[in-house]
């Protein structure tokens, strides 16, 4: 029997793309900190002279998915890490919003076999979007994790010839 899991031990050598939504940057800014701080914490240069991370600023939410999809068709990329925020309004625009955005995000990695992590959130409030952006916790951390595992246990299966 053959295990496959990712590590944090070689992943100071991943190249990654991170995509932000502009739209809600209080929020976004947040997540992005704590998504660097991780990356840094756990050996990835994440210096600008580098390249070992990349990232790229959108309007929003529902661009997401063509910046993800262009990174990921350059091959240029291990894993990519997606931020947003979608807060909910009093119109239906939230759903539409998030709608199209998850399911772009999932085509692009389904597309392209490069792992892409989902770090959109999605609150019923601003308040709720701040607790998850860095007043109680900050997820922008846990998604550079899901990233590192990720991408390394994709290289690892690339290895194996999986």
């Not at 100071?12 to 939504?21: A, F, P, W």
């Not at 597309?111 to 998850?132: C, K, N, Y």
Request: hydrophobic letters at 45%; charged letters at 20%.
């Amino acid at each position: 029997m053959t295990v496959f899991e990712g590590n944090f031990e070689n992943s100071k050598d991943l190249n990654i793309g991170i995509v932000v939504s502009r739209f809600n940057d209080l929020i976004t800014n947040k997540l992005l900190s704590g998504c660097i701080d991780c990356l840094k914490r756990h050996g990835v240069n994440v210096e600008t002279n580098e390249n070992k991370v990349d990232i790229a600023w959108v309007p929003g939410a529902y661009e997401l998915p063509l910046i993800t999809q262009l990174m990921a068709r350059t091959k240029k990329y291990d894993v990519i890490i997606t931020l947003g925020a979608v807060i909910r309004g009093d119109t239906p625009h939230f759903d539409v919003v998030i709608s199209e955005a998850s399911k772009g995000i999932a085509s692009v990695t389904r597309d392209t076999s490069i792992p892409i992590i989902f770090g959109v959130l999605t609150t019923d409030t601003m308040q709720q979007a701040l607790e998850r952006a860095g007043i109680k916790n900050n997820l922008g951390w846990g998604y550079a994790l899901q990233a590192l595992e990720m991408g390394s246990l994709v290289n690892a299966m690339k290895i194996s010839k999986v």
